[in-house]
């Protein structure tokens, strides 16, 4: 029976809240880190990478608790009434979802930010290690000037910190990712989670760490997704945060503070939680 993990993006709260959910399952007997395929868009590409390090669970929730191993972030936050004010005609008049990520993009591209060194120079310090992992990884970005979404994996050529830099490039707050000659930004652009790349697999768990609304209108939304993989045999289950690790997580995911409150509130909650089947 083959297992896929799908996790969504959330800022570094939620890099944060998927680690310590992983590991209160863990903790509870219900290890599913051992997933055939692992789907990551935004903050879980960055867990999804992480899991495919080599590092144990322990190790890789003590480097979101532990001062002296957390990574080095840069605070940022995004301006939502901004955002939604430079895209909303656009949302508007878009006669297509690739013409309204091509709107995201153009937002993205002219936003100021730090430059593409400086951020990429965070996801490296993220990644225990900077090589793709043996089993089945899927990074999803968009396209900012085409706004069609690419997946990267181990056989797309692409340096994994550079896949999830892409992917963890939210508009109007980090810069677009240059590959190649294409420039890339966030894969929430495209969904939440993506799950529908985890098709073919049979049982399937989400962790969506804002919650399994889409951040914007997608012609492959979440419910649609978990929808079509029941449809076609799998198991499916989607996890968002509890109200202890919504409160910890905070407005704010992209708040470095919010990463020891939300490891610690995702732990909790993963060791409550019930799940219809067991690994280990």
């Known amino acids: 029976m083959s297992d896929a993990l799908v996790l969504g993006g959330g800022g570094v709260g939620g890099i944060a809240w998927i680690t310590g959910l992983l590991a209160g399952l863990a903790d509870a007997g219900r290890d599913v880190t051992g997933a055939g395929l692992l789907v990551g868009t935004s903050a879980g590409s960055t867990v999804a990478a992480q899991l495919g390090s080599g590092l144990s669970l322990e190790e890789l929730y003590a480097r979101q608790t532990d001062p002296a191993l957390q990574a080095a972030e840069i605070m940022g936050e995004i301006d939502m009434e901004k955002f939604a004010a ?84 939210v508009p109007g ?11 890339y930004v966030d894969g929430g652009v495209r969904s939440v989670a993506n799950a529908d790349l985890a098709a073919g697999a049979d049982r399937v768990l989400v962790l969506v760490p804002l919650g399994p609304t889409e951040p914007l209108p997608s012609e492959q939304p979440l419910e649609r997704s978990v929808a079509e993989l029941r449809a076609a045999g799998a198991e499916v289950v989607v996890v968002a945060p509890d109200e202890a690790s919504a409160a910890a997580i905070g407005d ?6 919010t990463r020891r409150p939300a490891a610690e509130a995702g732990r909790a909650q993963g060791r409550a939680l019930t799940l219809p089947w067991t690994r280990g």
Do not use: Q, Y
Request: net charge negative; with cysteine.
């Open 86 to 169: 430079e895209i909303g005609g656009a949302m508007e008049s878009a006669s297509s979802m690739a013409e309204l990520r091509r709107a995201v993009g153009k937002v993205a591209l002219a936003s100021r930010t730090v430059s593409e060194p400086e951020r990429r120079a965070v996801i490296e310090s993220r990644l225990p290690s900077h090589e793709w992992p043996e089993r089945a990884l899927k990074v999803v970005a968009v396209d900012a000037e085409s706004g069609e979404p690419r997946v990267f994996d181990r056989a797309s050529g692409v340096p994994l910190v550079d896949a999830v830099t892409a992917s963890c490039a």
């Open 173 to 183: 707050v980090w810069p677009p990712v240059t590959i190649g000659d294409r420039r």
């Open 252 to 257: 704010n995911p992209l708040d470095p503070a």
